[in-house]
C-alpha cells in the first residue's frame, strides 16, 4: 500500500520556466512533509519541508504547498535552472511513529 | 565535519552469502533508517531505530537485519534469505523531536552475482 504517492515519474521543463512537482497522500496521520532531491548514485538531499499547521512554505526558488483537504502536496519550482535536473522525492512523516514514508520520485529534466 | 557514512560504496557478492552494509553517524542523531531504492519504486523503508538496542521493521524487513549497539552505528546486514538484494542502499539519520529532516548518506550499491 503506497501511502505516498508520485504519479508523474518525470517531468520536462524549459529553463526559466516554473516546475511544478505533484505528491498525494492517503495517511491523514502524517503532519510533516518534505521534500529531497537526488543525483544519481547519490544520497538524496533536502529541500525543503512543511508541517501541516501550514499551507505554504517559500525558500528562495522552492515553495511547497500543501492542501490537507485533499491531501495533496506540490513543489514549485520557478525560475527553473538545468541544474535543478534530478530525481525529486515526496516525504512523510506519522505524527505516532516517527517513520520517514518517501514516494516513488519524480524526475525533472530543465532543459536550457 | 559532522555528517553520515556508508561504506562501501560498491560491494559485490556472490549469491547465497551474508553481507553486511555499514553506517555512521556523528551528528548525534537518535534516529536512523535504512532504506532500499529500485528503479521506479522510490525510497522503501527495510528498518529504523529510535533508540540504541531497539528497532523496528519497515515496509520491505524480510531478508534483512539490523543491530543498533552504539548511537552512531547502524549495520545491515543483508542475508541470504532476501530474494533480490540486487539494490542501492542508502542509510539516515535524524533528531527525535518531530518536524525535522532526515540527512542521508552516499549509499551502498550492492550486487549479487
Known amino acids: 500500500d503506497q501511502q505516498v504517492k508520485q504519479n508523474s515519474p518525470s517531468l520536462s521543463v524549459q529553463e526559466g520556466r516554473i516546475s511544478i512537482l505533484n505528491c498525494d497522500y492517503t495517511?491523514?496521520?502524517?503532519?510533516?512533509f518534505l521534500w529531497y532531491k537526488k543525483y544519481p548514485a547519490e544520497g538524496p538531499t533536502f529541500l525543503i519541508s512543511?508541517?501541516?499547521?501550514?499551507d505554504k512554505n517559500e525558500d528562495g526558488r522552492f515553495t511547497v504547498f500543501l492542501n490537507k483537504s485533499a491531501k495533496h502536496l506540490s513543489l514549485h519550482i520557478v525560475p527553473s535552472q538545468p541544474g535543478d535536473s534530478a530525481v525529486y522525492f515526496c516525504?512523510?512523516?506519522?505524527?505516532?511513529?516517527?517513520?520517514?514514508?518517501f514516494g516513488q520520485g519524480t524526475e525533472l529534466s530543465v532543459k536550457p | 565535519d559532522g555528517g553520515i557514512t556508508q561504506s562501501p560504496k560498491y560491494l559485490f557478492r556472490k549469491e547465497g552469502q551474508n553481507v553486511t552494509l555499514s553506517c555512521e553517524q556523528n551528528?548525534?542523531?537518535?534516529?536512523m533508517y535504512w532504506y532500499r531504492q529500485d528503479p521506479g519504486q522510490g525510497l522503501r523503508l527495510i528498518y529504523y531505530?529510535?533508540?540504541?538496542?531497539?528497532?523496528q521493521k519497515g515496509d520491505i524487513a524480510e531478508g534483512y537485519s539490523v543491530s543498533r549497539e552504539k548511537k552512531e552505528s547502524f549495520p545491515l546486514t543483508v542475508t541470504s534469505a532476501q530474494k533480490n538484494p540486487t539494490a542501492f542502499y542508502l542509510c539516515?539519520?535524524?533528531?527525535?523531536?518531530?518536524?525535522?529532516?532526515?540527512?542521508f548518506g552516499q549509499g551502498t550499491r550492492l550486487t549479487v552475482v
Open positions: 539516515a539519520s535524524s533528531i527525535l523531536s518531530r518536524n525535522t529532516e532526515a540527512f
Open positions: 495517511n491523514s496521520m502524517f503532519d510533516y
Open positions: 512543511i508541517s501541516s499547521i501550514k
Open positions: 516525504a512523510a512523516v506519522n505524527n505516532q511513529g516517527g517513520k520517514l514514508i
Open positions: 551528528l548525534n542523531h537518535d534516529a
Open positions: 531505530s529510535q533508540i540504541v538496542n531497539d528497532f
